[in-house]
């Protein structure tokens, strides 16, 4: 098991190449959320992710042993792009094995960054067996994502920072995949601070952490937003730090990590992709653990796709209620569409979109269907439209 000596030492190696972000308090989260609710921003990594502490702290021990080839890697996301970024800046040959499917923005990305990337495989698996056997034959090191003493050494300096800035913090709430950051910054959060509570977060629909925790039988699936936490199988080395040094671990559900994903661009503005968001959404949907004292949540990256990042925006205003879609059945006559918007521009609702039905309509011919999606302020101003639509003598339904 890594000490807290091992991440002292990362920490001092790794100084130079990476910021020491800044870990702060959200006054308005914290209102919120019913907790003092402190954010260490690791998104502001050069690369936007944590992964750069381990990925720096390996390589440069891979240099300092003398000649080194070059390092191989596998991944599809910010493990990618750390490696890539730290091994050109050493002067280190990089290959990273990525699925054939992988976006291609995240492969530009790593080219750009510096490293050859190689598409093989159709999962992350068939991938990661391709790595290690090009490791082999080019005698190239492999550098694991997560299953490493100095990976995990490397990620356990945000706790350190976390402490030396904010020492009196309760609890600290971590995104659990493989577990390289939780399994590091646990080791240095209970060895500074043994009082801490340190509480891992999953999705729900990749639960293997906990599962194997509890004896259950891993079930891992599915489609997630927290993408980069979807890990079937956590580290062999990661796993015992954990069981050892972890005092819980919450599961969270898509909903939950998608209003965290908007509390942070709409209160703290700044980006979080969905693993990122992970601890904040444990204190949005588990408060009541949380409630009253200090937390200290790790946004632990902001790569996120920026279709992925408006579709969520959108719908955190639908489930808020500020954008609406009404159906309204209308004569199909000549000036019915304009009798209508006017009517929703004079209650001062925003017409977004508009369909209008008229070929696949069920009524009859001689009446149309009309669907609008409007921004109002409120439920009560959306009230406010039906009605008025009503009185005018239209038939309205709110879908």
Same mark, same amino acid.
């Given at each position: 098991? #890594?000490?807290?000596?091992?991440?002292?030492?990362?920490?001092?190696?790794? &100084?130079?190449?990476?910021?020491?972000?800044?870990?702060? *308090?959200? *006054?308005?989260?914290?209102?919120?959320?019913?907790?003092?609710?402190?954010?260490?921003?690791?998104?502001?990594?050069?690369?936007?992710?944590?992964?750069?502490?381990?990925?720096?702290?390996?390589?440069?021990?891979?240099?300092?042993?003398?000649?080194?080839?070059?390092?191989?890697?596998?991944?599809?996301?910010?493990?990618?792009?750390?490696?890539?970024?730290?091994?050109?800046?050493?002067? #280190?040959?990089?290959?990273?094995?990525?699925?054939?499917?992988?976006?291609?923005?995240?492969?530009?990305?790593?080219?750009?960054?510096?490293?050859?990337?190689?598409?093989?495989?159709? &999962?992350?698996?068939?991938?990661?067996?391709?790595?290690?056997?090009?490791?082999?034959?080019?005698?190239?090191?492999?550098?694991?994502?997560?299953?490493?003493?100095?990976?995990?050494?490397?990620?356990?300096?945000?706790?350190?920072?976390?402490?030396?800035? *904010?020492?009196?913090?309760?609890?600290?709430? +971590?995104?659990?995949?493989?577990?390289?950051?939780?399994?590091?910054?646990?080791?240095?959060?209970?060895?500074?601070?043994?009082?801490?509570?340190?509480?891992?977060?999953?999705?729900?629909?990749?639960?293997?952490?906990?599962?194997?925790?509890?004896?259950? &039988?891993?079930?891992?699936?599915?489609?997630?937003?927290?993408?980069?936490?979807?890990?079937?199988?956590?580290?062999?080395?990661?796993?015992?730090?954990?069981?050892?040094?972890?005092?819980?671990?919450?599961?969270?559900?898509?909903?939950?990590?998608?209003?965290?994903?908007?509390?942070?661009?709409?209160?703290?503005?700044?980006?979080?992709?969905?693993?990122?968001?992970?601890?904040?959404?444990?204190?949005?949907?588990?408060?009541?653990?949380?409630?009253?004292?200090?937390?200290?949540?790790?946004?632990?990256?902001?790569?996120?796709?920026?279709?992925?990042?408006?579709?969520?925006?959108m719908r955190d205003l639908v489930h808020e209620g500020r954008i609406i879609r009404l159906q309204v059945k209308l004569d199909d006559s000549p000036g019915s569409l304009s009798k209508v918007t006017s009517l929703v521009a004079e209650c001062d609702g925003n017409i977004i979109d508009v369909d209008h039905k008229r070929f696949f309509a069920a009524g009859p011919v001689k009446e149309t269907t009309l669907e609008m999606i409007v921004e109002i302020?409120?439920?009560?101003?959306?009230?406010?439209?039906?009605?008025?639509?009503?009185?005018?003598?239209?038939? +309205?339904?709110? #879908?």
């Open positions: 098991m #890594i000490s807290l000596e091992h991440i002292i030492a990362a920490k001092e190696r790794i &100084t130079s190449g990476i910021c020491h972000t800044p870990c702060e *308090i959200s *006054i308005t989260l914290s209102q919120i959320l019913g907790a003092d609710v402190y954010i260490k921003y690791e998104n502001m990594q050069f690369t936007a992710s944590f992964k750069e502490r381990g990925a720096l702290n390996k390589l440069l021990l891979l240099q300092s042993k003398g000649k080194l080839n070059g390092v191989v890697a596998m991944s599809a996301g910010n493990h990618a792009k750390a490696v890539a970024y730290h091994a050109s800046a050493l002067g #280190i040959k990089s290959i990273i094995v990525m699925p054939r499917h992988t976006p291609n923005v995240k492969v530009e990305d790593t080219i750009r960054l510096g490293a050859e990337v190689m598409l093989k495989g159709d &999962t992350l698996e068939e991938s990661a067996n391709y790595a290690h056997q090009l490791a082999k034959e080019s005698s190239f090191v492999f550098v694991h994502p997560y299953d490493d003493e100095d990976i995990m050494a490397g990620q356990g300096t945000v706790a350190i920072e976390m402490l030396e800035d *904010i020492p009196d913090l309760d609890i600290i709430v +971590v995104p659990v995949g493989g577990g390289g950051l939780i399994a590091g910054m646990s080791v240095a959060a209970k060895t500074i601070k043994p009082s801490i509570t340190v509480i891992g977060i999953e999705s729900d629909t990749y639960p293997s952490v906990k599962c194997l925790l509890e004896g259950q &039988t891993v079930v891992a699936q599915g489609s997630t937003l927290a993408e980069g936490i979807a890990v079937k199988h956590p580290g062999e080395k990661t796993l015992p730090v954990i069981k050892a040094k972890v005092d819980e671990m919450l599961l969270v559900t898509e909903l939950a990590i998608e209003k965290a994903v908007s509390y942070y661009i709409n209160i703290e503005k700044c980006v979080a992709e969905g693993a990122g968001a992970a601890s904040l959404a444990a204190i949005i949907e588990h408060s009541n653990k949380f409630s009253g004292k200090k937390v200290g949540i790790v946004l632990s990256g902001a790569n996120i796709d920026a279709r992925i990042l408006s579709y969520i925006l302020r409120n439920k009560a101003h959306a009230n406010e439209i039906v009605t008025c639509l009503c009185q005018a003598g239209y038939s +309205v339904t709110q #879908i």
